[in-house]
C-alpha cells in the first residue's frame, strides 16, 4: 500500500480501486496473498449421458445412468478435478438412430466436456459429430464394426463383441456343448455376433446347425424355434431385444425347448432383469450371459468400485457395464489433471498417457492423482479390468460368464480370460 501513500489524494481513491480488483481477482484464480494456489470454487463440468430412455433397449439407461453417477461420485470426493466438481446431464436416444442426432444437439446445449455413451444401437448415428463439436466421447457397447475405428475422439472402454463371441463359443465348447443353433435377431449389433461366434465354434470342434435371424416385434415365433430345434442343438446361442425376447422365451416354454442351455449376450446378464424373467422357471440352470470384464485387483481397484457403488446405490448387485462407464469418468478426469486443462481438444491428448503402460499401476482416482501431482507416469487399470487402449481406442478384456440363481441374482459360471481368448483366435489363423 505505500504506492498508494505516495500518490496524489485525487489518484488514491483510483489507485485503491485497482488494487483491490487486482486481489479479488487474485482471489478468484485461486492465489492467496502468499503466492500458493489455493482451492477455488469453480464452475462445474458436466457428464452428458446419451442412453436410451424409451424404446425396447430402455434397460441400457439404468446401466449407463448408474455408472455414471457411481463414476462422478468417485472423482468428487476425492475433489473433483483441478478444482471442478462433476454433474451429469442426460438425454435420451431411445435406442433409435433417428433419435440419436437430435438428441446429441440438445445434450451440446449443457456444454459436456466428456461424454459417456451413447450405446452400440446408436453410436455410429453421431460418432462422426465429436472432434467437430470439441467434446469427448466414451462410448458403451461392443459393436464389431468400431473394432478398427479412426475417432481421435471417440474411446471404448468395453471389449469388443468380437471377443464377446469368442467368449461365447468357448465357454460352450469347454462345457461338452458341440452342436448348436444361433438366434439372432436382424439389428446390426446383434448380427455382428455371427461371424466371428461362428468362426470359434467352428474352429473349437463345435457344428452350426442352424442360424436363425429373427425379425423384432413378431407375435410368435414357434415357426424359428421348431426349425433352430430340428436337429436337437445342446446349446444356442442367441442375441435380440428384450421384447423380442419375451415373446421368443414365451413361446420356447410353451414348446419344452427351455431345459437346454442358451448362452446369451451381455445385454442378457442383468441380475433380476428382463431376460432373465421372461426366461421362465429354467433360467437359474439354463441361461448364461457373457460380460465384458476381468475384474482388476491392482489397487483393489474392482472392491474401490463396489465400495462406491455401495456408498452410491446401497447395494452390491451392480448392473452390467456400470464399471465401463465408471472407468471412462476416472480416464477422462487423470487425463484433465494430467493435461492441467479442461478443454477436450487439450486433454483428449492425455487419454492413453495416462491408461496405458508403462507407468505406475493404479486402480482408484485418488491413488492416481496422488503419482501425476508427484510426476510419475501412471497406467490405471479399473474396475473392468486392463484399460489399455490399442491404436483404434479399443481395451481387450476378458469375460464373465453370468448365470443366475433361483432369485435371479447373478452367479459367475466361469471367467474367459484374455489367454483363453487368444488361443482360440490362434486356432482360428
Not at 211 to 235: C, D, H, M, R, W
Not at 299 to 305: P, V
Not at 318 to 325: A, D, H, R
Request: aromatic letters at 10%.
Amino acid at each position: 500500500m505505500n504506492i498508494i501513500r505516495r500518490l496524489p489524494l485525487h489518484r488514491r481513491g483510483a489507485a485503491f480501486t485497482l488494487a483491490f480488483v487486482t486481489l479479488v481477482s487474485m482471489a478468484g484464480v485461486g492465489i492467496s496473498s502468499d503466492g500458493a494456489v489455493a482451492a477455488a470454487k469453480l464452475k462445474p463440468l458436466v457428464v452428458g449421458g446419451m442412453f436410451p430412455f424409451t424404446g425396447t433397449k430402455s434397460l441400457l439407461s439404468q446401466w449407463g445412468t448408474h455408472g455414471v453417477k457411481v463414476g462422478i461420485y468417485e472423482v468428487n470426493q476425492a475433489g473433483g478435478v483441478l478444482n471442478h466438481k462433476f454433474v451429469s446431464a442426460y438425454v435420451d436416444d431411445a435406442a433409435d438412430s433417428v433419435d440419436a442426432l437430435p438428441a446429441f444437439r440438445k445434450l451440446e446445449l449443457s456444454h459436456p466436456t466428456v461424454i459417456i455413451g451413447p450405446f452400440s444401437p446408436t453410436i455410429e448415428a453421431v460418432i462422426n459429430q465429436f472432434k467437430p463439436n470439441d467434446v469427448v466421447d466414451f462410448m458403451v457397447g461392443g459393436l464389431t464394426t468400431l473394432d478398427n475405428m479412426n475417432y481421435t475422439n471417440v474411446f471404448r472402454t468395453s471389449s469388443s463383441d468380437s471377443n464377446e463371441a469368442i467368449a461365447m463359443a468357448f465357454y460352450a465348447i469347454s462345457k461338452g456343448y458341440m452342436t448348436a443353433s444361433l438366434i439372432f435377431d436382424n439389428s446390426s449389433n446383434s448380427q455382428g455376433f455371427i461371424a466371428p461366434l461362428e468362426a470359434a465354434y467352428k474352429a473349437l470342434g463345435g457344428t452350426i446347425q442352424q442360424n436363425i435371424t429373427l425379425t423384432p416385434g413378431q407375435s410368435s415365433y414357434s415357426t424359428e424355434l421348431t426349425q433352430a430345434f430340428a436337429a436337437k442343438p445342446q446349446v444356442i446361442f442367441d442375441s435380440m431385444d428384450s421384447q423380442t425376447a419375451a415373446t421368443l422365451f414365451s413361446d420356447g416354454q410353451q414348446l419344452g425347448y427351455m431345459n437346454i442351455p442358451w448362452i446369451g449376450d451381455d445385454l442378457q446378464s442383468a441380475p433380476k432383469g428382463s431376460y432373465a424373467q421372461a426366461f421362465g422357471p429354467t433360467a437359474a440352470t439354463e441361461l448364461t450371459a457373457a460380460l465384458p470384464a476381468s475384474p482388476s485387483t491392482a489397487d483393489n481397484a474392482y472392491n474401490h468400485f463396489l465400495s462406491d457403488y455401495q456408498s452410491v446405490w446401497r447395494t452390491t448387485t451392480i448392473l452390467p457395464t456400470t464399471f465401463n462407464e465408471y472407468d471412462s469418468i476416472v480416464i477422462a478426469a487423470l487425463a484433465m489433471t494430467l493435461a492441467k486443462s479442461t478443454d477436450p481438444k487439450v486433454w483428449v491428448k492425455d487419454i492413453i498417457k495416462v491408461s496405458n503402460p508403462p507407468g505406475t499401476v493404479c486402480g482408484t482416482y485418488k491413488t492416481c492423482l496422488a503419482l501425476i501431482k508427484k510426476h510419475k507416469k501412471i497406467n490405471y487399470d479399473g474396475a473392468a479390468g486392463n484399460d489399455d487402449f490399442n491404436k483404434f481406442h479399443n481395451v481387450f478384456s476378458g469375460f464373465e460368464m453370468l448365470g443366475f440363481d433361483s432369485s435371479l441374482n447373478n452367479v459367475t459360471r466361469a471367467i474367459v480370460t484374455p489367454a483363453n481368448l487368444a488361443t482360440v483366435v490362434a486356432k482360428e489363423s
